[in-house]
């Protein structure tokens, strides 16, 4: 079983207009330059049925962008933040201190350092403000999503059906031995 092919199959099925629901979570990055990353996070969402909005908000280069979107966020019915951003990453943090709204970080792949330097600001917060630190580059960008739909799921029996098919297509596309193409 391949878990693309079921990511697909799953968003064939998905029957919701997303662009007509309330989005319930939020994908921002601090840049252009990190969408290929973070568009790992858009493929799962979509796949995944859960409706959901795009957003560039940088916090060094659009502040008051950002503050706007963090103090809306939980009136507008965001349910979890996925934050992507690269180097002085300071976009999920700066998010979480505004917001009550679950942030979930994701360090991009910085060309100096190779996302050491993000993943270090995203996960050193100080107590008091989380923020849920998920892996460098695209792999965190689709456990991010992964991790927001669990998150939906414990109140969303529909949903949490979906999360445990695309596991089961996981499990069984694992093959017993290794082969030779
Ligand atoms: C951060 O700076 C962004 O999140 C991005 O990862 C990094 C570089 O941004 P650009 O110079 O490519 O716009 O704020």
Redesign the pocket.
Known sequence: VDTDETLETLEEEATLAAEEVPPLVGVV??????WPTMSAARDVLVAMGVPHEIRIV????TPDRLFAYAEAAADRGLRAIIA??????H?PGMLAAKTRVPVLGVP?R?KALSGLD?LLSIVQMPRGVPVGTLAIGEAGAANAALLAVAMLATTDPELAERLEILREAQTEGVAEEPHDD
């Open positions: 990055m601090g840049s252009q330059s990190d940088s916090a060094h280069r992507g951003a690269g180097g002085a990453a976009l991009v910085s993000s």
